[in-house]
């Protein structure tokens, strides 16, 4: 617990948020999108979005790109920029308040080297915003050309931390009979930190793409080879990829309770929206009647605070959102609500308790079980 809390501290603090959303009111302002929000107050998001297709040719009706202007518009209302009430929006008079950025970590050089991947990835994204926002296509790819930064970017601090601890939760048991899939296992973060927590659990790799192949077999590799200077025994790794799976929306190529444990860490905001039931009653049909999921993401602030109460992890999940937009097949953080009915819709249920019933971390990190079909 008390690492729990004090990851929980850290994280809150919100370094990158800090800086992510000072550079997208920059960006902003550069795009003229403030000013014309002053000159139009009171709006309504419908309207403003009018607004900007005439003025700056942005092609809002195409994808997620409204909804980038919505994203917009909560983060400045988190910070009193704007104020919202049944639907109209009101830019507050006088100066704005200050973006408050003392906390963050910062080097001689630039960001420290715990958030450099992470902010770094985020300011890649918001270079190529003003094109997206005019029809351009999604500037970051899951190719060759961005392995890299989808390496180090998913490889940051706070998703480390947050793997982690996902893991210590589900409950998962170091024992060669309890089986594990990592679910979009990417560059092999999730699947290095298993094998180190877990040196005895067999796991089975599934992703999409082979482009993070060889850095995640890689990255498994040296974790196995730390454990056998410790002296355990080198438990076995399946590796699936394309050529048995294509993605979201199709079967997973297993046969009905395969696994303990399915571990799901950064793709739920890349489920299709009209597939998030089908989607995770697919993962309830290759677990075990006890089985475990657990997943990380973000979820979209909620008005009341209730779900991500934490400003900063507000901040976080808002400005992260509108920055990771411009990327092939980004679908947006799912609110607290909508993430519950999907699960629950899907047979699960909260299968841990401490700091709330479904979720941990602001609804960052949610451990669930199988509902037992007499429930």
């Not at 599934?206 to 200077?229: G, H, V």
């Amino acid at each position: 617990m008390g690492d729990l809390n004090r990851a929980l501290r850290e994280i809150q603090r919100g370094t990158v948020a800090r800086m992510l959303f000072a550079d997208i009111l920059q960006l902003v302002e550069r795009e003229g999108i403030l000013e014309r929000m002053r000159s139009l107050s009171p709006f309504s998001w419908e309207g403003l979005c009018r607004a900007l297709q005439a003025d700056f040719d942005y092609e809002l009706g195409k994808g997620n790109r409204q909804r980038m202007i919505w994203l917009l518009l909560r983060l400045l209302c988190e910070f009193g920029w704007v104020r919202e009430t049944a639907g109209i929006w009101r830019c507050e008079p006088g100066d704005p308040p200050p973006i408050p950025l003392n906390g963050c970590e910062m080097t001689p050089g630039g960001v420290s080297k715990e958030v450099e991947g992470q902010y770094r990835f985020f300011r890649r994204c918001l270079e190529s915003v003003p094109a997206y926002l005019r029809g351009g296509n999604p500037s970051v790819l899951f190719d060759e050309t961005n392995c890299t930064a989808w390496e180090m970017f998913l490889g940051c601090a706070e998703f480390r931390t947050c793997r982690s601890l996902l893991l210590e939760l589900m409950g998962i048991e170091n024992h060669p009979s309890f089986r594990v899939l990592d679910l979009c296992h990417g560059p092999g973060w999730g699947l290095e930190a298993a094998i180190s927590q877990f040196p005895l659990i067999p796991l089975t790799a599934l992703d999409f793409t082979e482009i993070f192949y060889d850095k995640a077999r890689a990255r498994a590799e040296n974790a196995q080879a730390r454990n056998r200077q410790l002296g355990y025994p080198i438990a076995p790794i399946a590796w699936v990829g394309p050529d048995r799976w294509k993605g979201f929306g199709r079967p997973l190529p297993f046969p009905d309770g395969s696994f303990e444990a399915v571990f799901f860490t950064c793709g739920d905001p890349y489920i299709p929206r009209g597939l998030r039931s089908e989607v995770y009653s697919e993962i309830g049909r290759v677990l075990t009647p006890d089985g475990k999921l657990g997943v990380l993401t973000r979820c979209c602030p909620d008005v009341g605070a209730r779900y991500v109460p934490s400003f900063w992890l507000r901040i976080s999940s808002l400005a992260h959102d509108f920055a990771e937009s411009v990327c092939a097949g980004w679908e947006g953080f799912s609110d607290a609500e909508d993430a519950i009915h999907a699960f629950s819709d899907a047979g699960f249920e909260g299968g841990v308790t401490l700091l709330g019933s479904m979720s941990l971390l602001d609804s960052s990190l949610w451990v669930l079980k199988k509902r037992r079909s007499n429930d």
